[in-house]
Structure formats: structure tokens, C-alpha cells
T-cell receptor, first 115, second 114 residues
Framework: DAGVIQSPRHEVTEMGQEVTLRCKPI?????LFWYRQTMMRGLELLIY????????DSGMPEDRFSAKMPNASFSTLKIQPSEPRDSAVYFC?????????????FGSGTQLSVL | AQSVTQLDSQVPVFEEAPVELRCNYS??????LFWYVQYPNQGLQLLLK??????LVKGINGFEAEFNKSQTSFHLRKPSVHISDTAEYFC????????????FGKGTHLIIQP
């Protein structure tokens, strides 16, 4: 298996533009997580899905952020409109089950820069 | 609610010396504990995890960690580090009951000096 695949690897955009980050989890995994990493705040859980259903989106910072998982093999994280303070590395991770003891498999991340 | 505190943001160590990276957690329920490593420009990889049973857990690359419930700690150790161990190390906690995501500490940057 190729692991968790994220695209793009790097995204540079201007303030106010819409940004869409994409994630393909490992086939057969039932849980998918979106994390944001910054120097100031470390790794923050934004949202996670179990069996394609959003379970907890309390980490989503504002209404400008939205996430979808239309099927078991694809998820998107959208920021509209983007702001400079959204600049960060965004990680997608998946795990086989729906229990808290499962290992997370991380993608390589998307480095987002909002100018 | 659960939280993780990594007391050191940066730990410099000479090559072949031992190292301990500290982690303390707080949670109102039983927990699962994890250590992840992040090499430059990569995602996180699992080093080891504690679910139950023996409090001493061995992981990959010669690392081990000890769960101490009374001190709510899960410190990571390696008896002799190598230059390739230079990376960011994250401690994480998950509640024992359900399918929530991991809560990560802010990370400790391990710097190996030749």
C-alpha cells in the first residue's frame, strides 16, 4: 500500500482565495483525521471521521474551514476565504479501526502558505 | 478533557549518550499513550504505544518508554543515541473509551551532537 496520500505537497495562495487540501487514506481504514501543525500551537486535531461520518469537528477553528468525506477513499479540507494566519502544515492521518488504541498512519502533509 | 505536557522543547545530546524525553499527561479516564517521531519534511511515525499490561514498553529504533500512573508520566528513553535519531518527538494521549483522535504534546526537538 502507498500509505496516506496528500495533495498538494505545497500550496501558496493569496489571502481571500479558496484552498482545497486532499487526502486519500489507506484502503480499508475506517477512521480519518485532519491535523494542523504550527510552531506556536503544535499539532491540533481539526476534525475526524469514522466510517465517512464526521464525529468531532470541535477543533475546526472557524466557519471558514470545512471538511468532507464523500467516500471511504477520499477526504477534503477546504478553507474559504483563506487568511495569512492559516499558514501551517496540514496533516491527514488514517487508522484501521474506530477505537482510541489504534495506530495512526500519517501522510507527508501539505505546507500551506497564505500571503 | 485530556492534555499532554512535554517539558522540554529542545534536548541536545552527544552521540552515543543516553537520552530521556519527558512527557506528562492529564485525563479523567483511563488512557492510551503513544510516542511518535517526525523526521524533517515528513509525517509522524509511531515509535511505541502503551495500551495495558507491562508498564515498560519497547518500540522501534531502540527506544522504550515507561508508564507511571501515579506520576501520570510516560517518559521516552534510549540508552545510546545515534545521529540519525535527530528529529521531533511527540507524546500523545487517547482516552480509553472511544474513537476520538489523539491529543499531542507540543513536541521535543532531539538534537544529536557529534
Amino acid at each position: 500500500d502507498a500509505g496516506v496520500i496528500q495533495s498538494p505537497r505545497h500550496e501558496v495562495t493569496e489571502m481571500g482565495q479558496e484552498v482545497t487540501l486532499r487526502c486519500k487514506p489507506i484502503s480499508g481504514h475506517n477512521s480519518l483525521f485532519w491535523y494542523r501543525q504550527t510552531m506556536m500551537r503544535g499539532l491540533e486535531l481539526l476534525i475526524y471521521f469514522n466510517n465517512n461520518v464526521p464525529i468531532d469537528d470541535s477543533g475546526m477553528p472557524e466557519d471558514r474551514f470545512s471538511a468532507k468525506m464523500p467516500n471511504a477513499s477520499f477526504s477534503t479540507l477546504k478553507i474559504q476565504p483563506s487568511e495569512p494566519r492559516d499558514s501551517a502544515v496540514y496533516f491527514c492521518a488514517s487508522s484501521p479501526g474506530v477505537q482510541g488504541n489504534e495506530k495512526l498512519f500519517f501522510g507527508s502533509g501539505t505546507q500551506l502558505s497564505v500571503l | 478533557a485530556q492534555s499532554v505536557t512535554q517539558l522540554d522543547s529542545q534536548v541536545p545530546v552527544f552521540e552515543e549518550a543516553p537520552v530521556e524525553l519527558r512527557c506528562n499527561y492529564s485525563s479523567s479516564v483511563s488512557v492510551y499513550l503513544f510516542w511518535y517521531v517526525q523526521y524533517p519534511n515528513q509525517g509522524l511515525q509511531l515509535l511505541l504505544k502503551y495500551l495495558s499490561g507491562s508498564t515498560l514498553v519497547k518500540g522501534i529504533n531502540g527506544f522504550e518508554a515507561e508508564f507511571n500512573k501515579s506520576q501520570t508520566s510516560f517518559h521516552l528513553r534510549k540508552p545510546s543515541v545515534h545521529i540519525s535519531d535527530t528529529a521531533e518527538y511527540f507524546c500523545a494521549v487517547s482516552s480509553g473509551g472511544g474513537a476520538d483522535g489523539l491529543t499531542f504534546g507540543k513536541g521535543t526537538h532531539l538534537i544529536i551532537q557529534p
